[in-house]
């Protein structure tokens, strides 16, 4: 399992009755953007933009949180952390991984997604 539940669970006793379309918001939010971080992570790696960089993965970290990809918000952490003192150059591995976890977070990100009752 790739998405703690409890993260997304936790907004239904906050929203009741409006929980199920609160939380369908928060996953298409997620997967849109998460695309956008992707192209502008590998996009700041082929232009040596350290900051546009950082500022991705520090993005992807905490929406990738929201939504309980603990282990991609984890690997983003990592990617802001080293993004800041090395070479991008040598994260353009390290990105792939994420891609491939991405991958992995919105497969299961989509099939909750449509159990939704929205």
Known sequence: MTIDHSALDA????MGDEADAFIADIIDTYLNNAVN???DLESA???G?????VRAAHTLKSTSATVGA???SSLAAELEAEGKNQNLTSLAPKVAQAREMFAQ??????SMREALNV
Do not use: K, P
């Open 11 to 14: 907004y239904r006793e906050m």
């Open 37 to 39: 971080l992707f192209a």
């Open 45 to 47: 790696l082929g232009n």
């Open 49 to 53: 933009d350290a900051q546009t960089f």
């Open 70 to 72: 603990q282990e991609l």
């Open 105 to 110: 977070v919105e497969e299961e990100l989509r």
